[in-house]
């Protein structure tokens, strides 16, 4: 009996043993792009404060470059459970919500800081979970940069624009924005815009600081507005049902390394976007010019249709919440 009770005590240690020392939680945190940007830089930020905040329960792992999956097939890897976190760019999430194409709607935010005041008010942390019967769970907002016209005359008023033809991504609210003052957009790569640029195939674009600048287009374009029209932005996401599944101790602490890490990225994507601005102007390959208020209330006067056209989508609510954030 003696023994019994032994050996019914020595499993019970073991498993007290085994449970104490039970393997972390491994975390795949998947994106496209290099370590060294504010999307990346962001993401190991991540890794550094949860680990530290939950010793020995997690293991974050980051796949940076497309290493685990790219641009077309990440999102489904999410929902499959293949990777449990992502930072996409806002222009994925079209077919989950329509509503995030707010943040494609031109002249409706002020500045960088004004989208900031609407991303942290009810209505912006409203997206982040708009998305959960879908099987995505929205953590924060990670910045890229404001956007900034350019073209081979100044754009100072919408009927300046009037006959250009501009390369666009892929979203029906920018092609649009372009109709709308008189100009032709057109969707190429982002890979073909340099050369298109340069040949003349259209006469001007849209592109926050850091890509005008790694990418030369400052070299193809004689002026460049310093518009802030529109905002290029990122989402960090989970999946959903693993989210749920975490033991809450775990949840508490991924949500406090994740929202330090996002503030974090953004600074990070602020200080770069300024100084990639800076280099533009020091190089003088292109003239940047100022959009003074009269200039700004006329465009965003022409622009009014726009809003108008997918106010239905977005809904009236959510974007008069984002124009409180300008005050």
């Known amino acids: 009996m003696k023994l019994k009770l032994k050996l019914v005590a020595a499993g019970m240690l073991l498993a007290f043993g085994m449970a104490a020392h039970a393997a972390p939680i491994v975390i795949k945190y998947s994106h496209v792009v290099a370590d060294v940007t ?8 991540f890794k550094e404060l949860a680990e530290k905040k939950l010793p020995g ?3 974050i792992q980051i796949f940076p470059n497309s290493q685990l999956f790219g641009d077309g097939k990440e999102m489904e890897a999410l929902l499959l459970g293949d990777v449990q976190i992502l930072a996409p760019s806002l222009a994925k999430f079209g077919k989950y919500t ?3 194409q707010i943040f494609d709607l031109p002249f409706l935010f002020d500045d960088i800081q004004a989208v900031d005041r609407f991303q942290a008010s009810k209505e912006g942390q409203g997206l982040l979970n708009s998305m959960e019967k879908k099987g995505i ?4 907002f990670l910045h890229n940069g404001m956007k900034q016209l350019s073209a081979n005359k100044p754009l100072g008023y919408p009927t300046d624009a009037k006959g250009l033809k501009f390369r666009i991504q892929a979203s029906d609210v920018l092609e649009e924005q372009f109709k709308a003052v008189g ?6 790569a982002f890979a073909e815009v340099y050369q298109a640029l340069q040949t003349g195939v259209v006469d001007g674009t849209e592109n926050p600081w850091s890509n005008i600048y790694s990418k030369k287009f400052h070299e193809v374009q004689k002026y460049i507005m310093d518009s802030n029209h529109g905002v290029l932005d990122y989402m960090v996401i989970g ?6 599944g975490l033991p809450p101790d775990v949840q508490k602490g991924l949500s406090e390394a994740m929202a330090e890490s996002i503030k974090f990225g953004n600074k990070v994507a602020f200080d770069e976007d300024m100084a990639f601005r800076k280099k533009v102007i020091d190089e003088n390959k292109a003239k940047v010019l100022p959009m003074n208020k009269e200039q700004t209330a006329a465009w965003r006067s022409a622009m009014q249709p726009v809003w108008k056209k997918f106010e239905g989508e977005i809904g009236k609510p959510l974007i008069d919440a984002a124009l409180k954030a300008n005050k």
């Open 137 to 140: 769970k929205g953590f924060g």
């Open 183 to 188: 100009g032709n957009p057109q969707k190429l």
């Open 98 to 100: 329509k509503q995030i």
């Open 38 to 45: 504010p999307k990346g830089q962001a993401a190991l930020k």
């Open 57 to 59: 329960k997690v293991d």
């Open 239 to 244: 999946n959903a049902k693993w989210w749920a």
